[in-house]
């Protein structure tokens, strides 16, 4: 018999599992059923509980935008220290599920609706970061120019390099951040 979440919860659980399949088999993976099956309910529930297809992907996407980018730059603003928001800016963002990130790009080439989501996304993580970047470069222009250089970063390894590889991420970011450092006045690059 299919277990049944709360309905408060079930969404959660519906675009996580979501999540998973894309990091694992990619948008083609992404079906009604596999989903279902995952989660242990029956494809009524997701009925009653989305609508459709269609409703179900909107939710996903603004689970996916609350997640891997709202509740970052939620969790960097809380960081005083300027210099310090960069590193935890950093720590998040190698924290991200980017497997499933790198599922959603080809995802978006395909479906206009997730390309619009896919677009502002990035824009809100682009200018989230050039504010935490311009807290410590003082030269707007370099802010905005390493703003673009790390989602560039970001969004190419997710392109072209195994997502999961954790290391390779941190290696790179470690360098970006080295490169921001840089061009902030009378500061030392604390990393190791």
Do not use: N
């Amino acid at each position: 018999m299919a277990r049944r979440a709360g309905r408060q919860l079930a969404a959660e659980q519906y675009y996580d599992a979501a999540m998973s399949i894309l990091a694992r088999e990619g948008a083609a993976g992404l079906k009604i059923g596999p989903l279902c099956r995952s989660l242990g309910v029956t494809s009524g529930s997701f009925y009653h509980h989305f609508g459709g297809w269609a409703g179900f992907v909107r939710g996903l996407l603004r689970y996916w935008e609350a997640e891997q980018t709202d509740r970052i730059v939620e969790l960097a603003r809380a960081t005083a220290d300027p210099v310090e928001r960069i590193d935890v800016v950093k720590q998040l963002t190698v924290a991200l599920r980017h497997d499933a990130e790198a599922a959603i790009r080809a995802w978006a080439q395909i479906d206009p609706e997730v390309g619009r989501a896919q677009a502002r996304v990035d824009v809100q993580r682009r200018i989230a970061l050039e504010q935490v970047v311009a807290d410590v470069v003082p030269d707007p222009d370099d802010a905005r120019r390493l703003a673009v250089f790390g989602i560039s970063l970001m969004a190419g390894y997710q392109q072209t390099c195994d997502p999961r590889d954790r290391d390779l991420l941190r290696a790179l970011f470690d360098d970006y951040q080295r490169l921001i450092l840089s061009h902030a006045p009378h500061v030392t690059p604390p990393i190791g």
